[in-house]
């Protein structure tokens, strides 16, 4: 069983920051990519920002400068530092991974509860 739990999310001002965290749990045989993705409501899931296994990152280019992904592969977390924060980052955030399970035999998408984040202007 594998899980992914976010946590960080929450209210702030335009201008202000947050960091979002999200864990990988489980019979976890190897990660290779993990990223964020976002959805604001009566809008689509949209990806924010992803980190491959060799380190490679990809960004939306709305959020380009202002986010910053990052990993720690000892703990199976991925991050997501979100600085200049903008009303129209305000979205529901959630954490995904794909993961090779302990005993399995090819790579699944993960994905977290997902994490409120809201921005007032």
């Known amino acids: 069983q594998v899980q992914l739990v976010e946590s960080g999310g929450g209210l702030v001002q335009a201008g202000g920051s947050l960091r979002l965290s999200c864990a990988a749990s489980g019979s976890i045989f190897s990660i290779s990519a993990m990223g964020w993705y976002r959805q604001a409501p009566g809008k689509q899931r949209e990806l924010v920002a992803a980190l491959n296994g060799g380190g490679k990152t990809n960004y939306a280019d709305s959020v380009k400068g202002r986010f910053t992904i990052s990993r720690d592969n000892a703990k199976n977390t991925v991050y997501l530092q979100m600085n200049s924060l903008k009303p129209e980052d305000t979205a529901v955030y959630y954490c995904?991974?794909?993961?090779?399970?302990?005993?399995?035999?090819?790579?699944?998408?993960?994905w977290g509860q997902g994490t409120q984040v809201t921005v007032s202007s």
């Open positions: 995904n991974a794909r993961i090779l399970a302990t005993m399995g035999v090819r790579e699944y998408d993960y």
